[in-house]
């Protein structure tokens, strides 16, 4: 049987890549320079705090800021790993806390923001989340890409008689 691998690999990558990149910038933008600086430093080293004011309390602020910061970086995990060549387990995740590092820090030297280490808990949770749908929805990215390229998809005739290798990257 002839062997050949899917074309989208190598278009899914640097898609994702493109769209992590422009997601990274758009991200910054809303959380470092789309705030405005305060007179004061703000800073809160007190780990789970933001986790027990909200199980305890049910502080609806508190809850609110926390989804968020799930959620914002679950595209830094989804593409992070669709974009990877290799090590994607690894460069992904520590994509996600590196990326967090900088802003809460930028935050801090900065003064646009409040530099809590909840927000790097948070995040990287939301960075595996996003790894975790990534993998979940790997095919149907692949037979999305597919069809928006025009090339051939795993149900079209003209994969006949050929062994396909879907996408890996670890």
Not at 79 to 102: C, E, H, Q, Y
Not at 115 to 138: K, M, P, Q, V, Y
Not at 140 to 165: N, S
Request: aromatic share 14%.
């Amino acid at each position: 049987r002839r062997k050949w691998a899917a074309h989208s690999l190598t278009g899914i990558q640097a898609g994702s890549r493109w769209l992590l990149v422009s997601y990274i910038l758009l991200l910054l933008f809303f959380t470092i320079l789309g705030r405005r600086s305060l007179d004061y430093y703000r800073y809160n080293f007190n780990i789970g705090y933001s986790f027990r004011d909200a199980f305890y309390n049910g502080t609806p602020a508190t809850i609110k800021l926390i989804a968020v910061n799930i959620v914002i970086f679950i595209p830094v995990g989804f593409w992070g790993i669709l974009g990877a060549k290799r090590f994607g387990f690894l460069t992904a995740p520590l994509l996600g806390v590196m990326l967090t590092a900088s802003i809460e820090l930028l935050q801090l030297l900065l003064r646009n923001g409040t530099c809590e280490i909840d927000d790097l808990i948070s995040n990287t949770f939301g960075t595996l989340l996003g790894i975790l749908f990534a993998l979940l929805f790997r095919p149907h990215v692949q037979y999305l890409f597919c069809i928006l390229t025009h090339r051939p998809t795993p149900k079209d005739p003209r994969w006949e008689g050929y062994e396909i290798e879907l996408m890996e990257s670890t």
